[in-house]
């Protein structure tokens, strides 16, 4: 009996939240609806739930800007100042940030042979068109080699007479390499 007492309020706690928030929206959307008669003189149907609706990603809208943002900055303001932690975090925010972020860094795959008699090719990503500002001739590339099954990989500076553009999405491309070659690539970017 104790044991399905349990069961009862753990399963009234995995229910509860759920339907008092549905509860509680039907009872804003309803005293919204009903002041909006009063204050329109009619009932507009669906007036209302438009205004919930606002109202909601208004406070969404709030909520973002006054607690979330201010609790990310305040936790990257702590991590900048741990020395070894800043270092991991910073570098996985950054790749992970090239891979989906807003500047997308790996948007140019290419195939590059290593030398000129070479009967295989790397698949990697452009990640800067040219290295001179590395006092390096500007006939070279940095090329990212992501490694398969892995968060990690290697740049190279490619001379350009070895690097091949492919005409797939980078998405589909990257999604290959990370798979080791398991995941069939069928889309083209002209598509």
């Known amino acids: 009996m104790k044991k399905l007492l349990k069961l009862l ?9 759920a339907a008092l928030t549905v509860f509680i929206l039907i009872k804003l959307f309803l005293f919204l609806d009903s002041i909006l008669e009063t ?31 201010p609790i990310k900055k305040s936790f990257n303001k702590w991590l900048a100042k741990v020395p070894l932690i800043k270092v991991i975090y910073n570098s996985v925010k950054d790749l ?20 000129s008699n070479a009967t295989c090719y790397k698949i990697g990503f452009i990640t800067q068109e040219s290295v001179a500002s590395l006092g390096i ?17 290697v ?3 490619v001379e350009n007479e070895y690097i ?20 069939t690539v069928n889309k083209s970017n002209n598509e």
């Open 155 to 157: 740049v190279l500076l």
């Open 164 to 183: 091949v553009t492919i005409d797939k999405p980078a998405a589909e491309v990257m999604k290959f390499i990370v798979s080791g070659g398991v995941i």
């Open 39 to 69: 204050i329109v003189g009619k009932d507009v149907p669906g007036l209302g739930l438009l205004t919930l609706i606002a109202g909601l990603v208004l406070i969404g809208f709030l909520g973002n800007v006054f607690i979330s943002d």
């Open 137 to 153: 001739d500007g006939s070279f590339s940095a090329v990212y080699f992501p490694h398969s099954y892995a968060l990690s990989g």
């Open 9 to 17: 309020f753990q399963g009234a706690l995995y229910v509860a939240p």
């Open 96 to 115: 992970l940030g090239a891979f989906v972020g807003k500047e997308k860094k790996f948007n140019n795959p290419v195939m590059v042979k290593e030398h």
